[in-house]
């Protein structure tokens, strides 16, 4: 029997399955699939539990290196979404342990929910709602907005969510897209539309900026204070991909100073943020709880993936979009043969 151990956070605290449709039905049709959520919550996994499945199926609890001490059964976790920053890889690399995510499920809702930032800060929604709601309907003539007709995009990391992104938006008449990402090509940026950029052109030049690329050591500040002083001061940043991408000091003192015309994000340096944040105080941010692309659609296409990533470990293949690809090999033959 092989076995698959949910994270807990799937349940509400009275133990509801939060996402109703998030393809269990595709376990639930191999007769040699046991599955299970987990008894309690707990960050990092320990490996007292980890030994007990065959593979998990995880929201967001951490995984770190003494999660995998003595841990031989476990081959697979299977990352509920595309942000593995929670899990240390290369511990599950020495454990022998796949771990995959859900590339390209989460693409058009991410893209979507950065349009529908882009239109309510560009077009001052918050603010005009609130002038109806405190009856200063007077005041509006000093809330006007702008379009995204002719404006620039400039995308920080231009993977799957930036590609969809830079699709969906044609129809709003922008000017051709900047990317900034050491790792496409230009011929790929050329087929897909783009202008491929440094990011100290792309910073100087877009009036909406997009950050869609992973939080790694690599990106850890990336945008810094240097790199804010460089944007127009009628540009937006959108950031939907991780906090500490961009250095959240930097980027209040940035706010405060009214050098950007405003910020909006559902990624935070630390989360949850409390109500003594600077970005409270600020009527130029727009804040979610790193949820703001949550979509029954999206809880659905990302369940299934992970589900069907889950069976293909059962049949004995190598499941689709395995970050650590480089024991692939080893893992297959040690823990699949």
């Known amino acids: 029997m092989f076995k698959v151990g949910l994270t807990r956070d799937f349940l509400t605290p009275e133990g509801i399955l939060t996402y109703k449709d998030m393809g269990l039905d595709i376990l639930d049709k191999i ?28 929201l967001s609890p951490a995984y770190n290196a003494e999660s995998f001490k ?24 020495k454990a022998n342990v796949i771990v995959t995510i859900t590339r390209g499920a989460v693409n058009y809702s991410v893209a979507e929910a950065i349009i529908a930032w882009m239109l309510a800060l560009s077009h001052k929604l918050v603010a005009k709602n609130k002038l109806v ?15 995204l007709r002719e404006k620039i995009l400039g995308v920080i990391g231009f993977g799957g969510i930036g590609g969809q992104l830079t699709q969906m938006l044609k129809v709003f008449n922008m000017q051709q897209p900047l990317v900034y990402d050491p790792y496409i090509s230009e011929e790929k940026a050329v087929a897909l539309g783009v202008k491929k950029a440094d990011l ?42 991780r906090g500490g991408i961009i250095n959240e000091q930097a980027l209040i003192n940035t706010l405060t100073n009214k050098k950007i ?28 709880p790193h949820c703001i692309a949550w979509t029954n659609e999206l809880f659905r296409e990302i369940g299934r993936m992970a589900c069907t990533q889950v069976v293909q470990v059962a049949q004995g293949k190598i499941p689709d ?17």
Request: aromatic share 10%; hydrophobic share 40%; charged share 25%.
């Open 31 to 58: 007769p040699d699939i046991k599955y299970e959520f987990l008894e309690k919550w707990e960050s990092p996994l320990q490996p007292e539990t980890l030994q007990q499945y065959d593979a998990i199926i995880s």
């Open 70 to 93: 003595n841990v031989t059964r476990l081959k697979a976790i299977c990352r509920f979404g595309v942000g593995y920053d929670m899990v240390d890889v290369d511990a599950c690399s």
């Open 133 to 147: 709601r405190e009856g200063k309907w007077l005041e509006r003539n000093q809330y006007t907005g702008s379009e």
């Open 200 to 241: 100290q052109t792309l910073l100087q030049n877009a009036d909406f900026i997009s950050v869609n690329c992973p939080l790694t050591p690599e990106t850890k500040n990336l945008v810094d204070e240097k790199e804010l002083a460089l944007v127009k001061e009628s540009a937006f940043i959108i950031n939907t991909a």
């Open 261 to 288: 015309a405003g910020y909006a994000t559902d990624v935070f340096e630390k989360e949850p943020v409390i109500e003594s944040h600077p970005f409270f105080a600020m009527d130029n941010v727009l804040m979610a």
């Open 321 to 337: 979009h395995v970050l650590n690809t480089d024991i692939t090999d080893q893992w297959y033959s040690e823990k699949i043969k």
